[in-house]
């Protein structure tokens, strides 16, 4: 079998770990190998822990078969995350995908009200878009999507995400917990960093452009708003709307009627 990743093993007596030792005895575990799987210089994909109940239960063979289990479990996750990639991430932004965002919107309500909090749906338009198709051409408009996600990426948290809804509409997720008071400098900070990008399009006859590109973006809060995954898209589109009047490029909240 070929394995792509490399894997460090290394084995320990728990009796030398002031740490580990008490819990330990209490579990008989004398002795556990680690193994980290990963490529080189990248953060690992997981750690096999293998425990045993002598001091020293493992031999160069031993270590070896588990380097090779941890081997074949990281080939397993790195195909796991390629056919995730393949299902869930749109392929000209690199965004995730609508399934992608249908799903994580109900996990992410169904968490928030487990654990009582607040989160919001945002939904981001680029303004104007068809005019850079029409002015430069397919694939600069294209070019202008890519730095939208490339801007909308840099402004959330590591934790959020940002979906391609369709066309040049995102809906960015801002997970719980999150405050309404975060989510108005999230959101405007969103809309500035994609104002201030120096864009720069090469249209149809070779000659290169520098553009403005700008977003407007609705927003819709759980639970304060809206309490289901098509009342606060419903909510949050409401919102985009009005954000979509003359002069655009700004951010509004959902409003109760």
Known sequence: ?????????????????????????????????????????????????????????????????????????????????????????DPLTGAYNRPY?????????????????????????IDDFKSFNSRF??????????????????????????????????????TPPVHVGDVRTITERLRSLVERQDVQLESLDGTTHHVAVTVSIGVAVYPDHETTPAELWRAANQALLVAKRPPKNQVVFYTKR
């Open 1 to 89: 079998m070929r394995c792509d990743t490399i894997t460090t093993v290394e084995s320990a007596d728990t009796s030398r770990s002031e740490a580990v030792r008490a819990d330990a005895l209490r579990a008989g575990v004398r002795s556990f190998a680690l193994a980290a799987v990963g490529e080189p210089g990248e953060r690992p994909l997981g750690v096999l822990e293998v425990r045993g109940g002598d001091v020293e239960p493992f031999d160069a063979d031993t270590l070896a078969l588990v380097a090779l289990i941890a081997d074949c479990c990281g080939s397993a996750l790195e195909r796991a995350s390629r056919i995730e990639r393949l299902v869930f991430v």
């Open 101 to 125: 965002f249908d799903l994580q919107m109900r996990n992410e309500i169904a968490r928030a009200q487990r654990e009582n909090a607040s989160m919001a749906l945002c939904i981001v338009d």
């Open 137 to 174: 051409g397919f694939e600069a408009g294209n070019q202008v999507l890519v730095r939208t996600v490339q801007a909308l990426r840099r402004g959330v948290r590591p934790f959020d995400a940002v979906c391609r809804w369709g066309g040049e509409e995102f809906a960015v997720l801002l």
